[in-house]
């Protein structure tokens, strides 16, 4: 391990069944107003609500609603949320449903007391906040992001065709996150799967890079063991408890920083799929699915070596009599099977991309210098076309 860093995380988690109590004891260490951060109405259909409610008027808060967040939220709706938060005097935010809810949650923490456009000040100068935050808590209840426990915060601004994030630092993580499996259950499977996709892009984006002896390497090797194994079984039965739990541990591993520590890392496959995310508004997992595996091949002849670690420790493959570059494409292989049982989309044509954006999308697409190959354009351009 060569790099230097520093590691601190400092969101408390709490986890499995029943996790939601936690609340009742991180509320009373904030002030009085809470606003309630949700999305189009899954946690009123789950029983989520209820509870999260119930809880809130237990101690004693005065709640106002902020309902609405759509997945891959935008910077129209982060304007809207400015308005209620300052309308309500919010001292804590507490955010309710997926990544994009906890992410949307975040970059209000950040705006409601910033003198400036937070588009401009944040993701477009990639600036830090210099005014006064408003913490934020989360109850997650869809698996993939890592939002809970990172102060990352995805914005989709439509106008510029840019889907932008900005990856804040300790002050801005979540102050705590529940985590309880159960309030998984009801995501739909397309939902599911696509989270599922997610933490594996995660951890690809950081394995792939560098070329020392790593610790993190090693932790993801397991990280990435387990969520195979464990998306095979949640596929088929999705109340699984066993396989949803160590799914969603997983998830929140494998974007939290500690397994980027002493690396550099990649995340071009993640710029690919914002482009995409940008002008389609498609699911985050499944843009990352679609663009994969022709990045990957694309890239595997300048990674050779990981590519050949990554088949034999993760995917099993016996490299007895074969050449390197052999083994590491029987990995790629069954990765792709993999991706192919859960039901990804492996196309970008299913998520509505047609060949004359292909422009629009290398435009919008940013590039990424610590992976094994910096994309030019035109390669950009390549991928996406041989990902339609
Ligand atoms: O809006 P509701 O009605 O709640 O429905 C949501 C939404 O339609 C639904 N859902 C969530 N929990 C559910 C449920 N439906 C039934 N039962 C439940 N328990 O699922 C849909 C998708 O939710 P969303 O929050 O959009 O998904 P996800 O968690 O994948 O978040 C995606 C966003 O996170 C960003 C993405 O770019 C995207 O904008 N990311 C954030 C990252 C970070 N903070 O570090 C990193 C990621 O790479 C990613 O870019
Ligand atoms: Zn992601």
């Not at 935008?74 to 919010?90: P, Q, S």
């Not at 070329?211 to 390497?217: A, G, L, W």
Request: proline fraction near 4%; charged fraction near 20%.
């Amino acid at each position: 391990m060569l790099g230097n860093f520093t590691y601190c995380n400092p969101t408390k988690i709490y986890f499995g069944k029943g996790a939601l109590d936690g609340l009742k004891a991180e509320l009373p260490k904030y002030g009085k107003n809470v606003l309630l951060v949700y999305g189009g109405g899954s946690i009123k259909k789950n029983g989520v609500y209820e509870k999260v409610t119930a809880i809130l008027r237990e101690c004693g808060k005065t709640v106002a609603e902020d309902a609405g967040v759509m997945p891959n939220p935008t910077v129209d709706k982060l304007h809207e949320g400015i308005e209620r938060a300052k309308a309500a005097k919010a001292d804590f935010i507490l955010a309710v449903g997926g990544g994009s809810v906890c992410d949307y949650a975040k970059a209000l923490s950040v705006s409601v007391n910033c003198e400036e456009d937070p588009w401009d000040k944040y993701f477009t100068r990639f600036e830090e906040p210099s005014c006064e935050l408003v913490p934020v808590g989360c109850v997650l209840t869809m698996v993939g992001t890592g939002s809970e426990m990172n102060g990352g915060s995805v914005i989709t601004n439509h106008e510029q065709k840019l889907k932008i994030g900005h990856v804040f630092g300790e002050e801005v993580f979540p102050k705590f996150s529940v985590l309880d499996p159960e309030f998984t259950f009801t995501l739909p499977k397309y939902q599911m799967v696509a989270g599922f996709y997610d933490i594996m892009s995660h951890i690809l984006e950081q394995y792939f890079s560098g070329t020392d002896d790593n610790t993190s390497d090693y932790v993801m090797e397991g990280l990435l063991r387990s969520l195979i194994h464990s998306a095979l079984i949640a596929v088929d039965d999705p109340t699984n408890y066993e396989a949803r739990s160590n799914i969603m541990w997983t998830a929140t591993w494998a974007l939290n920083t500690f397994v980027a520590k002493g690396k550099d890392t990649d995340w071009e496959v993640h710029m690919l799929g914002q482009a995409v995310g940008a002008l389609t508004n498609a699911t985050h997992g499944m843009t990352l699915a679609a663009v994969s595996m022709p990045y990957y091949k694309h890239i595997l002849p300048y990674g050779l070596a990981k590519f050949k670690r990554y088949a034999v420790n993760v995917w099993g493959v016996s490299a007895a009599g074969k050449t390197d570059e052999q083994v590491a494409r029987e990995g790629l292989a069954a990765m792709e099977a993999w991706m192919r049982k859960l039901g990804l989309v492996m196309d970008l044509t299913s998520l509505g991309v047609t060949e004359d954006m292909l422009d629009d999308l290398v435009k919008s697409t940013l590039y990424m210098q610590g992976g094994y190959k910096v994309l030019t354009p035109a390669e950009a351009r390549e991928i996406f076309k041989e990902s339609l």
